[in-house]
């Protein structure tokens, strides 16, 4: 196979594998893959089994999966090969959006909803870059206290505990798995605090902790996220942070 790397790059080329029982779908993946100088070489396969062959037989830096195929689907192959020695990364490149949830679960990379897009395509050659060479910082950040006043008693309530946030005005409400409480902060502050921990803005009313997310629902006239048995609504302009922030690695510390 031919090697699409430009001067300068070969260190920053990646070896990757693509796997969809759709013949027109593979050619125009492996075409767009080939139109990116930081991809090498591609091995392709049209079903899961034939791809877990593939990966056992070659190693490759990614693996871009559909995942629905015949026989091993995308979800158990992503399993399967995370028993490697050295995993490739794993994206996921489907037309159903409600695997999303899973996806993450299995700990995809990125999640690309088809129609394929070249820039969409390109970031994801970039997400798995910086995975594979970029630093790691294992420091966790401190949880944070929050005082919230239960009657007439003062008491202290945890990030780690907040699932969700709902704004009030000038107040925002903290729920927990068992209470809420009022505090006297602007949502918009806490964002700007807890951004970098896992919390991400779905609504100008709701700011949510990503692990909390049982389950997504992006389509339709009302988008909603079901965290911790609740329903949250999330706005248009939000749907793209929501589907980026779902395929992001965990955050070490909450």
Do not use: C
């Amino acid at each position: 196979m031919t090697a699409r790397v430009e001067a300068g790059e070969s260190t920053r080329a990646i070896d990757v594998l693509i796997a969809d029982d759709e013949r027109r779908v593979l050619d125009e993946l492996e075409s767009l893959l080939r139109g990116d100088p930081r991809v090498r070489e591609i091995l392709r396969a049209a079903t899961g089994s034939e791809a877990l062959r593939l990966l056992a037989e070659h190693e490759v830096d990614a693996a871009f999966l559909d995942i629905h195929m015949p026989g091993l689907s995308g979800f158990d192959l992503a399993r399967a090969v995370s028993r490697f020695a050295e995993p490739p990364a794993i994206v996921f490149v489907t037309a159903d959006e409600a695997g999303a949830i899973e996806a993450f679960d299995v700990q995809a990379v990125d999640f690309i909803l088809k129609p394929i897009r070249r820039e969409r395509l390109r970031r994801a050659v970039g997400r798995i870059l910086a995975l594979r060479d970029g630093p790691v910082d294992t420091e966790e950040p401190p949880d944070e206290s929050i005082p919230v006043r239960v009657g007439n008693t003062l008491r202290v309530v945890h990030r780690s505990e907040v699932h969700w946030v709902q704004a009030q005005g000038d107040y925002s409400r903290l729920v927990t798995a068992t209470e809420s409480h009022l505090v006297r902060e602007p949502i918009s502050e806490l964002e700007q605090r807890w951004q970098g921990v896992g919390f991400i803005r779905v609504h100008r009313s709701y700011l949510v902790l990503r692990d909390a997310i049982t389950a997504v629902k992006l389509v339709g006239a009302h988008p909603t996220l079901t965290v911790a048995g609740e329903e949250v609504p999330v706005s248009r302009r939000s749907i793209p942070i929501v589907r980026e922030a779902m395929l992001r690695p965990r955050e070490g510390g909450r």
